[in-house]
């Protein structure tokens, strides 16, 4: 099947499921098995905006896929960066991006979107790929809109 199909048929499936529920966590849980079992990413899943010892920090949440690094500083990596531009940033090959973090050597490529609640990044969606430019402007489109309804 297409990928735009995929997300087309994707999109309202996850919206019936997270309707009604109200923990982002039990949301984000359910995003992510969806995505991840639809697409067979890599590694497929979130970082939370939290603030430990006044220090604001991207701390790992639900996701599926190898063990995962569990904290991400502001600016830093495709996450960190993501959260610091307050944009999606897809990256084709991880070798190319300045200051990439290795969690996995099998990484190729990349696609991270920030979720926004009242116009503050709360979140961000990582999904990794083992194939180099597997994510392009259709993933964008879509996981923006996925990661809208999180908020």
């Known amino acids: 099947m297409e990928k735009e199909t995929q ?23 359910n995003t992510v098995a969806v995505l991840h079992e639809t697409f067979g990413f890599w590694w497929t899943g979130f970082y939370l905006v939290k603030e430990t010892e006044g220090k604001r920090e991207l701390v790992l949440g639900p996701f599926q ?3 995962a690094c569990t904290r ?7 996450c960190g960066t993501s959260w610091s531009e307050a944009k999606t940033i897809i990256v084709p090959d991880v070798e190319q991006f300045p200051g990439h973090i290795a ?5 190729q490529s990349e696609i991270v979107v920030p979720i926004f609640k009242k116009g503050t990044i709360i979140a961000v969606l990582d999904i990794d790929s ?18 809208a309804l999180l908020a």
């Open 7 to 29: 997300y087309q048929t994707l999109l309202p499936s996850i919206r019936a499921l997270i309707n009604g529920e109200t923990d982002l966590i039990a949301n984000m849980a």
């Open 103 to 107: 969690c996995s050597s099998l990484s």
């Open 65 to 67: 896929g190898p063990v």
């Open 130 to 147: 083992r194939e180099l430019n597997t994510f392009d402007d259709t993933d964008r489109y879509y996981l923006e809109q996925i990661v």
């Open 72 to 78: 991400i500083p502001i600016g830093k990596g495709v």
